[in-house]
């Protein structure tokens, strides 16, 4: 997955400074053209942010569940969250069901792609048919049985199936203590970058230090704690 998101961001770092002509330091010249460093680094910062952007999104999408982005958002905005659930669901539910409706008619020999271009332009117009046709179908049904439960409608009591533990409220509130102390030394000038016309970095001591200590924390608190839960989980098995 990572290496996947690298190339637009390599991409970015590379081409911008064919674009972007300021800065002070020219690494070389390409027909006449100055590549400099400052311009380079930027483009390195932009990709960067780029791929974090990329990489949440696709967290995002793996963590929060239908389940769970119903059970966030319907109590208050029902209609939203149905609608950001069936947006996030509609791509991999696509996706499967093309999948299994070309290979239901390969096996049926009805798509057929050894006969030309025009032969199998025509097997997947009739999966894309199928495919648009069975998810109509879903959608109409599932919009009856959201109906037919009352789904939005005041005084409609919903599944709660997830609760926040002890455990997950510590971890919640040190989040917040983490993205606070940050916040705080950006805004009090602790962290400073300027790219154009030279690239600078503008450090203090102590914010520096802090910003430095929160912002490995965020990084490593994921990695600590599945650390944790595998070491837990050998061992519970190692008990049985």
């Known amino acids: 997955m990572l290496a996947f998101y690298t190339i637009?961001?390599?991409?970015?770092?590379?081409?911008?400074?064919?674009?972007?002509?300021?800065?002070?330091?020219?690494?070389?010249?390409?027909?006449?053209s100055p590549f400099t460093q400052e311009a380079f680094l930027y483009g390195v910062s932009m990709g960067l942010s780029l791929m974090c952007i990329l990489?949440?999104?696709?967290?995002?999408?793996?963590?929060?569940?239908?389940?769970?982005?119903?059970?966030?958002?319907?109590g208050f905005l029902p209609?939203?969250?149905?609608?950001?659930?069936?947006?996030?669901?509609?791509?991999?539910?696509?996706?499967?069901?093309?999948?299994?409706?070309?290979?239901v008619q390969q096996a049926m020999g009805i798509y057929t792609t050894d006969k030309g271009y025009v032969a199998r332009l025509k097997a997947e117009m009739a999966v894309f048919?199928?495919?648009?046709?069975?998810?109509?179908?879903?959608?109409?049904?599932?919009?009856?049985?959201?109906?037919g439960r009352g789904y939005g409608r005041p005084g409609a009591t919903r599944f709660?199936?997830?609760?926040?533990?002890?455990a997950q409220g510590?971890?919640?509130?040190?989040?917040?203590l983490i993205w606070g102390l940050m916040i705080a030394t950006i805004v009090g000038g602790g962290i400073a970058v300027?790219?154009?016309?030279?690239?600078?970095?503008?450090?203090?001591?102590?914010?520096?230090?802090?910003f430095a200590f929160g912002f490995s924390l965020l990084c490593f608190l994921p990695v600590g704690l599945e650390l944790y839960e595998r070491i837990r989980w050998k061992w519970y098995i190692s008990r049985i």
């Not at 637009?8 to 006449?32: D, M, Q, R």
């Not at 209609?79 to 290979?103: A, D, F, N």
């Not at 048919?129 to 109906?147: K, L, Y």
């Not at 300027?194 to 802090?210: H, S």
Request: glycine letters at 4%.
């Open 194 to 210: 300027a790219f154009y016309p030279t690239f600078q970095i503008a450090l203090q001591e102590w914010t520096t230090l802090c």
């Open 79 to 103: 209609k939203i969250s149905m609608l950001l659930t069936v947006t996030l669901r509609t791509v991999p539910q696509l996706r499967r069901r093309v999948r299994e409706t070309r290979e």
């Open 129 to 147: 048919q199928a495919v648009f046709a069975s998810s109509m179908e879903d959608a109409i049904e599932t919009g009856d049985s959201m109906r």
């Open 170 to 176: 510590c971890v919640f509130v040190g989040l917040l």
């Open 55 to 74: 990489v949440w999104f696709r967290v995002f999408n793996t963590v929060m569940t239908t389940d769970r982005t119903l059970h966030l958002f319907s």
């Open 160 to 166: 709660r199936g997830n609760k926040l533990n002890f």
């Open 8 to 32: 637009p961001a390599a991409l970015i770092a590379i081409t911008n400074p064919f674009f972007s002509k300021e800065g002070e330091t020219v690494l070389f010249y390409i027909n006449k």
